[in-house]
């Protein structure tokens, strides 16, 4: 009887760690942009303007880091769209 409840917790544990186990990958892609010795008409980042798309799905956690490596202050703002 004691052999039987011991799988029986053994076999709950296991599928416990399992469901806990299972999450969302994380991609990490670090890059850096600089800008040109010369007059720009825009600061492009990784050659596009406004910026990169970003492709993610449902419950997708996304952290964007943002350095300014300009010698003068640069305002940055993000306008989050959500396409259906």
């Known amino acids: 009887m ?3 409840s011991f799988r029986a917790f053994l076999s709950i544990f296991s ?6 186990a299972a999450e969302d ?3 990490s892609s670090p890059g850096m942009s ?3 010795t010369f007059i720009l008409l825009g600061i492009l ?3 596009q303007f406004p910026g990169p ?3 993610s799905v449902t419950n997708d ?3 964007i880091n943002v350095y300014n490596s300009l010698t ?3 305002l940055l703002s993000c306008q989050a769209t959500i396409d259906d």
């Open 61 to 63: 956690n996304l952290i």
């Open 72 to 74: 003068e202050p640069f």
């Open 34 to 36: 600089h800008s040109a």
């Open 45 to 47: 980042i990784n050659g």
């Open 53 to 55: 798309d970003i492709y």
């Open 2 to 4: 004691a052999l039987n």
């Open 25 to 27: 990958p994380t991609d």
């Open 15 to 20: 599928l416990l760690f399992t469901i806990v």
